[in-house]
């Protein structure tokens, strides 16, 4: 067993699903687990365990649900409740919008009442035809991860809303009717675990607390519905989770933390616990589970488990296979049960089978291989049809077009082509020529590398750090400060990218950094004497101030937060002008989202992250901007290199996408290649926005001399009105390489000097 299996999974938000069965079935009398023949065990777990431990020992069956990719709630969810794995892109459709209508066991179930998040539990009540499906849900304001209330409020408002609910049905003889009928179902939206998960982090004390609140509410729950039923032997519990989590209160991505969730099930139709069997998967020896048999599921089986113990059809479009071992049913049933989940299956295969057929040009289309004898048979007359008619070679025809089409547009240009070859090699030598394009080549597969590998980065930066050593033209105090800087950014990418928890003395820490640095900058520059001193020494004060506000407030905010206390609006109103930003590889936490706003919405957190994701590459561009006004290099030949650089690995990304493997496998390969695809756009809108941000001089623009702008049209910036401008600005300049530009850079300064 590796150390990794040794550690407590955690699951997010769980959920309890209450099933009123058909009709009366068997209910395992609390007992030690047994032997699949009957005996009893040996080493009787210890009964005096609580809640759902004492359910997996003494009276109910359990295992391990597996979910897929990407590990969200809404997906979980509808792989449960109707046994499909949909289409991601649901994630963009909010959440709460159904992209396509799909068959869910509410649907099936003759009521459902649901109590929950309001995230949730609208999705599945719009997805049921007629109004069977019932919901109760808080307002966002319960949703408040600012620390200030309990998680668990999350959960104990649904545990008392369903006591409500059951002392209502005595006094109410419509409701107590709907209740007496069967395949109803109670469904417990229980968030609050999730919430203390993605706050406090898993481990914490509050999610230990909140776990243990779970347990208590989850044995309440039973008690309550075995009183209100008086013990008819006709309720089944199912007790899952729509997704892990990670140590550091993350989900979405296939870790294992993330995609092993709970299934613990008891009741009506229910089997007891078992003596574990050596084909068992292993569990951690932290559960405590290791005499008990485990029954592993995959997520969707979940849906025609409860369609069976419910006695209605499995939802239409589930892809479940009914998990049969956990069922105490007689050989008939469980026979009966199994034969319609595959009916069922062969339905929906048989139909998508049709729309396939039908929606696809009969060329492309390919049938699965291993069917039924007829409709292998088809196939076969459907290929002899396209044989027999020669389509094939028409086929081939259209593949082969386009490279040579695109081939010819590029042979085309072989005169040109020729002579920019002929001519660099004359007046440099060939080899000359052959250097830069290993470098490049060289440079393109290391950053293709960087997305796989991120040591690789290091690699390359230590790469770029030699190169000024090569050239004699480059003075040694530019060496020694390029060689230094290259160091220290390799550092960078060798620290991992996510920690366990946010560390807000190492950002307080840099902020202060940052603010010497300035400091020193300004005694430099107050020391120089620039015409334009006085003006230049009160932007950078004005910054220093801004930005110790900035490092006061994040210290401020999580101390608060820390505290309990939750968000000071002080303190986020000062967010909101500070924009609040910790530039680092952390800007995807989205921990930091909570200076801003507390409850849970999707869409203004991911606003929110883009925009502070874009700042420090706004920082980056307007530096880069202003390097580039100072050693005047040609912003067009600039973008040429990138666009070269993009193209490459685009190229070489095109060749990994991949059809195979998971979701996430499929999604990351398409995302890299669009990812650069896009960036050259991303840069130039980069660009186009420094130059906005660094072109317009408030204080000549608007405030001193508004005149003054009709005199630097196309060069108005905080640089350049004042010490700089006279620099010499040689027409015959060759700025195809980086060298000339900073040897410019440094005849430049020697000149200002
Ligand atoms: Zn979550």
């Known amino acids: 067993m590796t150390q990794k299996d040794d550690r407590a999974h955690t699951e997010a938000i769980q959920l309890m699903h209450v099933l009123r069965t058909i009709k009366k079935m068997e209910r395992t009398v609390d007992g030690p687990p047994k032997s699949s023949e009957g005996g009893t065990a040996t080493n009787a777990a210890n009964i005096h365990q609580e809640g759902l431990k004492r359910v997996m020992n003494s009276s109910g069956a359990w295992g391990v649900s597996h979910t897929r990719v990407p590990t969200e709630s809404r997906p979980g969810h509808v792989a449960i409740i109707a046994g499909l794995y949909e289409d991601p892109s649901a994630i963009a459709k909010g959440w709460k919008e159904n992209p396509v209508e799909f068959d869910s066991l509410f649907n099936q179930s003759r009521f459902t009442w649901s109590w929950g998040s309001p995230d949730i539990l609208p999705m599945f009540a719009r997805g049921a035809s007629g109004d069977h499906v019932l919901t109760e849900m808080y307002g966002p304001e319960v ?156 997520q969707a089986d979940i849906a025609p488990l409860m369609a069976t113990l419910l006695g209605v059809p499995i939802p239409a479009n589930s892809v479940g296979f009914l998990p049969r071992e956990y069922l105490s049913l007689s050989e008939f049933e469980v026979s009966e049960a199994v034969f319609t989940n595959a009916r069922q299956m062969a339905a929906q295969y048989n139909r998508k089978r049709e729309l396939t057929e039908s929606g696809t040009i009969s060329l492309l289309y390919w049938p699965f291989p291993q069917l039924t004898k007829s409709t292998e048979q088809t196939l076969l007359t459907e290929i002899r049809k396209h044989i027999e008619d020669g389509q094939f070679t028409h086929a081939y025809y259209v593949y082969c077009i386009l490279p040579e089409v695109l081939w010819w547009a590029v042979l085309r240009r072989h005169e040109d082509m020729y002579a920019a070859l002929r001519n660099t090699s004359k007046s440099r030598g060939l080899l000359s020529l052959l250097f830069p394009c290993a470098l490049y080549l060289a440079g393109i597969e290391i950053l293709v590398l960087s997305f796989f590998y991120r040591f690789v980065l290091s690699i390359g930066v230590a790469g770029l750090a030699v190169w000024p050593l090569v050239s004699l033209r480059i003075p040694w105090r530019l060496r020694i400060g390029w060689l230094a800087s290259c160091a220290s950014l390799a550092v960078f990418p060798s620290l991992p990218v996510v920690g366990r928890e946010a560390n807000t003395p190492l950002v307080v820490a840099s902020g202060c950094v940052w603010i010497m640095c300035a400091l020193m900058f300004i005694y430099w520059v107050s020391s120089s004497n620039f015409n334009d001193t006085p003006r230049a020494v009160g932007v950078l004060l004005l910054q220093v101030a801004l930005l110790s506000v900035a490092v006061w407030n994040i210290q401020s905010t999580s101390s608060s937060l820390g505290n309990k206390q939750g968000l000071l609006s002080f303190n986020q109103s000062l967010s909101w002008t500070l924009s609040g930003n910790i530039a680092s590889i952390n800007s995807f936490d989205p921990t930091w989202v909570h200076c801003f706003l507390t409850v849970f919405s999707p869409f203004v957190m991911t606003a929110l992250i883009l925009w502070k994701t874009m700042i420090p590459f706004l920082a980056v561009t307007c530096v880069f901007r202003a390097v580039n006004i100072v050693v005047q290099a040609p912003t067009r030949r600039l973008f040429l290199i990138v666009l070269v650089f993009c193209d490459g690995m685009g190229l070489h990304f095109l060749h990994l996408v991949t059809n195979q493997g998971s979701w996430l496998d499929i999604g990351t390969s398409i995302s890299h290649y669009v990812i650069m695809q896009t960036t050259v756009l991303f840069l130039l809108f980069l660009y186009e926005m420094a130059r906005g941000l660094t072109s317009i001089n408030i204080w000549t623009a608007f405030v001193c001399f508004p005149y003054r702008s009709s005199r630097h049209p196309s060069n108005m910036s905080l640089l350049d009105d004042g010490y700089i401008t006279n620099i010499p600005h040689s027409e015959a300049y060759n700025p195809s390489t980086v060298t000339n530009l900073l040897y410019e850079c440094e005849e430049g300064k020697e000149h200002v000097e």
């Open 143 to 298: 949703e408040d991860f600012s620390g200030k209330n309990k998680t668990s409020v999350l959960d104990t408002w649904v545990f008392d809303r369903v006591e409500l609910f059951l002392h209502s049905a005595k006094s109410d003889p419509v409701l107590s009717d709907k209740l007496q009928q069967d395949k109803l179902v109670f469904f417990l939206h229980l968030l609050g675990l999730d919430t203390a998960g993605h706050s406090h982090k898993p481990h914490s004390k509050e999610y230990l607390e909140n776990i243990k609140v779970v347990d208590e509410g989850v044995k309440k729950m039973e008690q309550l519905f075995e009183e209100f039923y008086n013990h008819d032997e006709r309720t089944t519990y199912i007790f899952t989770s729509d997704h892990g989590m990670t140590d550091w209160g993350s989900h979405g991505a296939g870790e294992r933390s993330e995609t092993e969730t709970p299934l613990v099930a008891w009741g009506a139709g229910i089997r007891g616990p078992l003596l574990a069997t050596e084909t068992d998967p292993p569990s951690p020896r932290s559960w405590e589970l290791a005499h008990i048999r485990r029954s592993d599921v995959k």
